[in-house]
């Protein structure tokens, strides 16, 4: 096959290798989590009553650490849940003690009895992200749906969290793909755009 690579196929490889790229950062810093927990800027996030973490798959940093932090103004902890494979993700109130069930696509979550809220926050995970504040998925297009209805109905703040050696120079962006404001990583907090 000649010709121009479509962002589609640039993505599927870039996916590939960063996903391998994040399974080494992960057994190399088996404390990052922490450590960007403690670099969270309380101080330089927007007010918010309820923030939504996610569920780590495979070598996603762990957001709970971070929660941590997060919860302690009193605010709501959320997690996505994703009722259908190919519409917006809901969020649900999570607890530490709450059992948690597998939503339409695997991903441990909140049972529905739980009960929604939006959030004003929310914690996303990645496989890069640029300065720009272009981010890269797994793929699904749940977040990017998400972050789009939630950005039309009202304020929104989207705070990436990374192991610094995610970044990358330019992710490729497509018109449907949604930005990050911040990013926090083990080395720091970096507000994007």
């Not at 809220?117 to 998925?137: E, N, S």
């Not at 610094?164 to 449907?176: D, K, R, S, T, V």
Request: charged share 25%; aromatic share 6%; proline share 10%.
């Amino acid at each position: 096959m000649t010709g121009r690579a479509t962002p589609a196929f640039d993505k599927t490889a870039l996916r590939l290798r960063m996903r391998g790229l994040r399974r080494r950062l992960a057994a190399e810093a088996p404390d990052a989590a922490a450590r960007a927990a403690e670099r969270l800027p309380l101080d330089r996030l927007p007010p918010f009553k309820a923030f939504a973490i996610y569920h780590p798959q495979g070598s996603e940093l762990d957001p709970v650490p971070m929660a941590r932090r997060l919860a302690e103004g009193g605010a709501a902890t959320l997690l996505p849940v994703a009722e259908t494979r190919d519409r917006a993700l809901v969020f649900r109130v999570w607890s530490p003690e709450l059992p948690l069930e597998p939503d339409a696509v695997g991903v441990p979550s909140p049972p529905r009895m739980s009960g929604s809220m939006t959030p004003q926050l929310i914690v996303a995970p990645l496989l890069a992200f640029d300065r720009q504040g272009g981010r890269l998925g797994q793929g699904g297009g749940h977040y990017d749906r998400t972050l789009q209805a939630l950005r039309r109905t009202g304020q929104v703040f989207i705070l990436g969290l990374a192991y610094a050696g995610q970044e990358l120079a330019e992710i490729p962006m497509e018109p449907h793909d949604e930005r990050l404001d911040a990013v926090l990583t083990e080395a720091g907090y970096i507000e994007l755009g």
